[in-house]
């Protein structure tokens, strides 16, 4: 943010070997600094060694980076583009990953990491959100953006992903789901198309930014029972504009839906008010039979 892309990359050298797990991220950070740094051809060659040892990030994600408009003007970058885009053709996915803690029997809470994020992150974010009364499930979405980019941009393998781990995990049982960012909205998204089976819906942050965004959240109202609906986001989240008007249209349509804005706070990580991680609770409990 300061503008001082050498200590950034030395920080991103003393410490990357402590993070050997994320390799692919830190190599994406390492060619955006030494692209913002100056250093186009440096930039390029680990990029290349990235890809090598097996990375790829979609060109419609790396489109979107200023970080790297230096590199657009050099044949090699462009070359990596391509393979990196047949690479995520021929991507073939894998087991994704699946996060379960808590306490085993608690009230079960099913969580969506944020978009292109490193899940157990959030794993760990909710689980310390909730606390010790809650089972909680973080799937990783088997969707990606990039080798280690899991997203969740489309809305129907999303729900499918949710509701085959709420199956495997805990049968009939009403769960209340949750997400942060993009997550959030998917949470709330999924939510009400489902409210028989999820009782309350709890988002962080939802990434509520554009038309097309609220759209989805407010055309997916089917008939009742609808869930319950939480949502913290910060006062200076340029998506809170329009999740109050979402909010404000659920209730509208009848939908019981709390709303919490943190002073002070952009798009980030928020963790609710214990009274309303209490209301979330004491509505899965009451739904359960």
């Known amino acids: 943010g300061q503008g001082d892309y050498d200590a950034a990359l030395r920080l991103l050298e003393r410490n990357g070997p402590h993070l050997a797990d994320q390799w692919e991220r830190l190599a994406y950070w390492r060619v955006c600094l030494l692209a913002r740094s100056g250093r186009p051809e440096s930039a390029i060659d680990t990029l290349a060694q990235a890809v090598e040892a097996g990375a790829w990030w979609a ?94 941009d489309d809305p129907e393998a999303s729900a499918r992903q949710v509701t085959q781990v709420a199956d495997r995990l805990w ?40 038309g097309r965004e609220m759209a989805e959240v407010i055309e997916a109202l089917g008939q009742p029972p609808w869930p319950r609906v939480f949502i913290v986001c910060g006062e200076k989240d340029p998506a809170t504009p329009n999740t109050r008007t979402v909010i404000e249209h659920l209730r509208d349509e009848g939908v019981e839906a709390d709303l919490e804005v943190v002073e002070g706070t952009s798009h980030m990580w928020l963790e609710p008010s214990r009274s309303m991680l209490t209301a979330l609770e004491e509505v899965v409990v009451n739904a359960s039979p």
């Open 171 to 210: 049968g009939p049982r009403p769960f209340a789901l949750g997400g942060y960012s993009q997550g959030g909205r998917r949470a709330l998204q999924i939510g009400l198309r489902f409210g028989g089976r999820i009782p309350g819906v709890m988002a962080v942050s939802p990434m509520l930014l554009r």
């Open 59 to 152: 060109p419609r994600l790396l489109e979107t980076e200023d970080d790297l408009d230096l590199l657009w003007s050099h044949d090699a970058f462009r070359r990596l583009i391509q393979e990196m885009e047949n690479r995520r053709r021929l991507w073939n996915p894998t087991a994704s990953g699946l996060f379960v803690g808590g306490t085993p029997g608690g009230t079960p809470y099913l969580g969506m990491h944020g978009r292109n994020q490193v899940f157990e992150v959030d794993a760990q974010r909710f689980t310390r959100m909730l606390g010790p009364e809650w089972e909680v499930a973080v799937p990783e979405s088997d969707q990606r953006i990039a080798s280690d980019g899991p997203v969740w």
